[in-house]
């Protein structure tokens, strides 16, 4: 059973889920990594599904090349997800672009590359939609650096939301640039993330999704923080998640999650 289902059984619960369902469908459907279960995950053929199936929010991993640039991947290493091998912290944005990104997730995808930040922030302007830009920290040295500047440069700071589970990248960020928008990814792992949260100017709390509970929303509202959750795949857990009242769910599979938003 998860946590949300033991904590919500009580009569108070009951009565404020009831509440909560009417305004269900104001939760926003995230693509996790684009629409990873259908396309390469964090690749154009994801983010352009994404689209499709008629998402607004995508969510996307970023990662900093040898020379500074930022790149759509989700590992440390090209490994998994490209015929490459190596660290791309120390691989060079020429080397990374020479990476088929799409073969090993079937066959129609050969030819897919590894998306810089730059060509991401083009396409959310083209297609309307917002990206939560994941940081991962691994070899993140001087990266908030390349990222205000890129964001800067192409205008649309009021289009992304910045997560990362490393509150002092966050901070760091914050203290650039202050217009930016930013939540904390929170896997259980940080004591008092609503402190920590709020001390980083946070607006978001993305929670793994088996442990949101009623009364981490109502601490997270106390604090005017949105919840935001990940990786909800099954119609059942998003339609629970959602009639509790969190602010958004991010999903593989964005089609399911609009359909489950709407029953
Ligand atoms: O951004 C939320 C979620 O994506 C964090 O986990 O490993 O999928 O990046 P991971
Ligand atoms: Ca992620």
Request: hydrophobic share 35%.
């Given at each position: 059973m998860l946590a949300y289902e033991r904590e919500s059984r009580s009569p108070w619960n009951i009565f404020a889920r009831s509440i909560a369902q009417e305004v269900a469908f104001r939760v926003l459907a995230i693509a996790h990594r684009g629409a990873s279960g259908y396309a390469p995950e964090n690749t154009f053929a994801a983010f352009r599904r994404a689209v499709a199936q008629g998402v607004s929010f995508i969510e996307t991993d970023l990662q900093l090349t040898r020379d500074a640039h930022l790149v759509a991947i989700h590992d440390d290493t090209v490994d998994r997800t490209t015929g490459g091998h190596g660290a791309v912290q120390h691989m060079t944005l020429a080397e990374i672009r020479r990476l088929d990104a799409g073969a090993w997730f079937?066959?129609?995808?050969?030819?897919?590359r590894i998306p810089t930040l730059e060509e991401i922030l083009v396409f959310s302007k083209k297609n309307d939609v917002v990206f939560y830009l994941e940081l991962k920290p691994n070899g993140f040295w001087g990266g908030e650096h390349a990222l205000i500047s890129a964001l800067r440069e192409s205008g649309e700071i009021p289009r992304v939301v910045v997560i990362s589970f490393d509150p002092v990248i966050l901070s760091s960020l914050r203290n650039i640039d202050p217009t930016l928008m930013v939540g904390l990814l929170f896997?259980?792992?940080?004591?008092n993330p609503f402190q920590k949260a709020v001390e980083i100017g946070a607006r978001q709390l993305a929670v793994r999704g088996d442990l949101v509970t009623p009364n981490l929303l109502h601490e997270a509202r106390k604090r005017d923080l949105q919840v935001v959750c990940w990786t909800v795949n099954s119609p059942a857990h998003m339609r629970l998640l959602a009639s509790g009242g969190v602010d958004g769910i991010m999903s593989d599979y964005p089609d399911l999650l609009l359909t489950s938003l709407k029953k």
């Open positions: 079937a066959s129609e995808f050969i030819g897919e896997d259980g792992k940080i004591e």
